[in-house]
């Protein structure tokens, strides 16, 4: 099983920057991606970026040339740079990873942190 710890949120001004951070603990073989996705009140939790463990990322539209994810693998930690932000970045940030192995694929959440962008 696969544990997930988020940090890093807070309170920030429009423009301002956030680094969030997730570590993952556990009893595990190896993580073969993890990401960030949110949840903005009354809105659908959405994609933000994900990072293989190749190092291949993807992100959302609205992020892109402002937010920048990567990965320690050996620290099993993601990270996400937060960088021009502004007040519809606010939400819920949730980590998620996902394991392959003999037991199958296994999808993990964070319990979440809150981001909030003031304008």
């Known amino acids: 099983q696969v544990q997930l710890v988020e940090s890093g949120g807070g309170l920030v001004q429009a423009g301002g920057s956030l680094r969030l951070s997730c570590a993952a603990s556990?009893?595990?073989?190896?993580?073969?991606?993890m990401g960030w996705y949110r949840q903005a009140p009354g809105k659908q939790r959405e994609l933000v970026a994900t990072i293989t463990s190749g190092g291949s990322t993807n992100y959302a539209d609205s992020v892109k040339g402002r937010f920048t994810i990567s990965r320690d693998n050996a620290k099993n930690t993601v990270y996400l740079q937060m960088n021009s932000l502004k007040p519809e970045d606010t939400a819920v940030y949730y980590c998620?990873?996902?394991?392959?192995?003999?037991?199958?694929?296994?999808?993990?959440w964070g319990q979440g942190t809150q981001v909030t962008v003031s304008s």
């Open positions: 998620t990873a996902r394991t392959i192995d003999v037991g199958g694929i296994r999808d993990y």
């Open positions: 556990g009893r595990f073989f190896s993580i073969n991606a």
